[in-house]
């Protein structure tokens, strides 16, 4: 069983917008989650309206101390924001949306990206 967690990949339940992969940075309440999208876009989400996946990003928790105070809550929230944002640009997440869908390229554009691949696969193969 999937649970809503800090450093979760999440993807939109509408098929359309499947393709739209997201991370959980922060979790509002029972409802609601902050995720960071590929485009390095912010959006606060129904939690129905996303799909769990499997990978969860782990990121450097620090020891915080327990106190009242809500400046300090919401410090911790940001700074927890920013070190899984750091680690997802550590392991590539946001380079994920730079790519082209094949369906969306012309022919000849995909033929490029064949004979790119497939030289690319000769100079490995040589070395």
Known sequence: MLFVQLGREVAMRQLKHRDEKGVITGII???????VKQDRSSEV?????????????????????????????????VDTGKRIIKTLESEGFFNKNN???????????????????????????NY
Do not use: G, P
């Open 29 to 35: 309440d029972n409802k609601f989650v902050v995720i």
């Open 99 to 125: 790519t082209v869908k094949k369906e969306e390229m012309s022919d000849f554009e995909r033929y490029k990206i064949t004979i790119r691949d497939k030289v690319a696969e000769k100079i490995i193969k």
């Open 45 to 77: 989400v129904r939690v129905d309206d996303f799909v769990l996946n499997d990978k969860v990003y782990s990121f450097e928790s620090s020891s915080v101390s327990n106190t009242n105070d809500n400046d300090n809550n919401s410090n911790i929230t």
